[in-house]
């Protein structure tokens, strides 16, 4: 017995180094011409673009137990025997990782009276990271815009400064996965042979393991989006009421996702090309100066964001991927599982003896899942669409405030009609748990299903309490200047001065999950505080 304490106690206090190395190296060469031609009423300007990036990083880590002095740090690791892995932790390993993209772009812009505006563009893009045949698409789009303001019917409408017709239709590509994806993983892993377990490693053969690899996919090509864009740009009153509104819609085909597949394949995912998807969305940015006088004046942004995303067709022509919680009609990005109805009161001792009945233990305090189908069983067919991952709206409010040189500035922002998944409260003990409203026979209204210390896992369903909606609105930014007067700065060499304060981050006027910063999806508040000086010579 003394011997084994003996040799955990060195071992703690042996000495651990490691020594790693990260080298990143990335290189963009553009070439680029340009013609501009202005012949009477017409202006024509044409843009020819070649352009060629390469990102490379390589890796490497060494580390070793028991090293005999501690000052040798890491530049003595040959003095452990670094093939004993298990007395001395030794361990080493490499890795590197490069991918390129090549690109050529024609663009012709062609304005006629600086009233009628026409561009025509196309792109040739090639990816590494894509399978051989499908590396290289292209990519065309064209764009009208009218300026109204420019019209001679216009002219005797002062108060119009501004007033442009915006439309576009064009296709882009998406090829961000990870090098190397359409090759499937090279992974280690130990099968038994004999009596011992051998060193193995799997590449895109099918091969069961503990920690299962990605299959690989040769026909893996680019994710394409045709968009059309319809926009107004104005501005009114010189200026005091100006901003865009955009109005588009989207076909996605052959969203590049990572999807789980079946195991029995040998692999538990893949990267692929999976369906089509549509997409709506409103922007709105509005600049307004409500007040200006000569001492005083308040300026005002306001943008607004609407979004909304459906899938259009999976691969395979399934109405449904549930492994993946895809399903036509709903959004890519939901949350599926089971719902829940509050807590199992005292009360419902007869409608929870019709569960028990079936295998399950519930009892008052407990978290109450929500049984679909009515057969007293809760099981995968119990699961629903819960909520969306993605914001429906986003909204953002600036305001700026100056007087006499004193400037305040405001900013507010704020996302709507969306879910959060915090987890739940699973109550395994007093170690690390916020206060929480929990379950008791004389807090039955608790938000928290009651602790069960005497049950491992504690309540099965305490994570069904976690699905929340994460609206909030926050305040993002507030600052506070001054500006000395530069007229009296110019006796001295000074050109401008400003003396200024600013927080960051600061709070919530309005979240409907208290303990977490939505906006960062921590369960802290990062604020800052900055003060500062700023001077112009």
Known sequence: MFLIISEIYLFLF?????YATDRYLSWTLDNQINYNKTFGKHNLGVTLLQSASKYNKESGSESA??????????????????????????GMSTGMSENQLASYMARINYAYNDRYLLTVSGRYDGSSVLADGHKWSFFPSAALGWRIDQEDFMKDISW?????????????????????????????????????????????????????????????????TTQYNYGVDFSFLNGRISGSMDIYHSNTNDLLL???????TGFNSTYANVGKTKNFGVDLSLNLVPIQTKDFEWSSTINAAYQKDEIVELANGKQDDISNAWFIGESINVFYGTASDGLWQESDAAEMAKFNANGHKFEAGMVKPVDQDG???????????????????????????????????????????????????????????????YWTPDNTGADYQKPIYSTAGGDAYSSLLGFKDASFIKIRNISLGYNFNSKALKNIGISSLKLYAQAKNIGNLYSSVDFMDLDLGTTYYNRGFTFGLQVGF
């Open 14 to 18: 042996r000495t651990h180094v490691k």
């Open 65 to 90: 137990n028991a090293i005999p002095n501690e000052n040798f740090e890491w530049y003595n690791m040959g003095s452990v025997d670094i093939t004993d892995a298990a007395t001395y932790g030794a």
């Open 160 to 224: 119009i400064n501004q007033l442009k017709l915006r439309f576009g239709l064009g296709t882009t590509g998406n090829s961000a996965v990870s090098a190397y994806s359409t090759l499937g993983n090279i992974q280690s892993f130990y099968v038994p042979f004999g009596s011992t377990l051998t060193p193995a490693y799997a590449t895109n053969e099918p091969y069961y393991t503990s920690s299962q690899v990605k299959m690989a996919n040769k026909d893996l090509g680019w994710e394409k």
């Open 258 to 264: 990572s999807m789980t597949i079946p195991t029995l």
């Open 375 to 437: 057969n007293y069983i809760i099981d995968s067919n119990d699961r629903i669409i819960l909520g969306n991952k993605n914001p429906k709206w986003v909204l953002g409010w600036s305001n700026t405030f100056n007087y006499k040189g004193l400037e305040l500035g405001i900013e507010l922002n704020g996302r709507f009609g969306y879910m959060v998944d915090t987890g739940g409260e699973g109550q395994y003990g007093m170690y690390n748990q916020r206060e929480i409203s």
